[in-house]
């Protein structure tokens, strides 16, 4: 645990921060996330900055499930950045507590540099928060298109997204061959 309450970003508390996660390894023990959630949930912050969560774990958990509903119930309290330290991280658990609360998910094996990924999700932790993400489809008439993918509850700088959509029906041109989809 870095700190067992909220800390003020400053250039210190970075630095503190990144000399601590240079020296993790990926032999914790076991994993327990969703008590120590609960605590952070129920812990006040600071009304003038909004929480932001970074979890840092090496293994798997028995309640993945609750743990990323944990998250959910509380995403309009926090942004949840998440890492996965080595090969055992479970890839749900990382990726679902990142989409759940809106933050971005990053995997650190082998030879990875992770003060880097660290620092990548510092700068978006300290972006504002882009909300009601919406997406508009310009078709032709008669097509119409049905989204494959999620749309993405959080958008950082820098950062691209893509969204697969199926485009169906029939499109006719006058004097043309009709192009069916």
């Not at 400053?10 to 601590?20: G, L, N, P, R, Y």
């Not at 008590?35 to 600071?46: D, E, H, M, V």
């Not at 008439?141 to 959080?154: R, Y």
Request: glycine share 8%; proline share 3%.
């Amino acid at each position: 645990m870095f700190s067992r309450e909220s800390v003020e970003y400053t250039q210190k508390s970075m630095e503190e921060a990144v000399k601590k996660v240079n020296e993790m390894d990926a032999s914790f023990g076991g994993t327990e996330i969703l008590q120590p959630l609960k605590k952070i949930y129920q812990t006040a912050g600071r009304a003038e900055h909004p929480r932001q969560l970074f979890v840092f774990t090496d293994g798997e958990v028995g309640n993945t499930k609750q743990v990323i509903d944990e998250v959910q119930k509380n995403a309009q309290k926090h942004r949840c950045f998440t890492f996965g330290i080595g090969e055992g991280a479970s890839t749900s658990l990382i990726k679902g507590m990142a989409r759940a609360g809106s933050g971005v998910f990053e995997f650190i094996t082998g030879k990875d540099r992770m003060q880097t990924k660290v620092l990548w999700a510092l700068k978006c932790s300290l972006q504002p928060t882009v909300k009601d993400v919406s997406l508009t489809w310009t078709l032709p008439s008669g097509v119409e298109a049905t989204v494959l993918s999620k749309v993405p509850t959080a958008i950082f700088q820098g950062q691209r997204s893509i969204i697969y959509a199926q485009l169906k029906g029939k499109v006719c041109e006058p004097g043309e061959d009709c192009v069916l989809c």
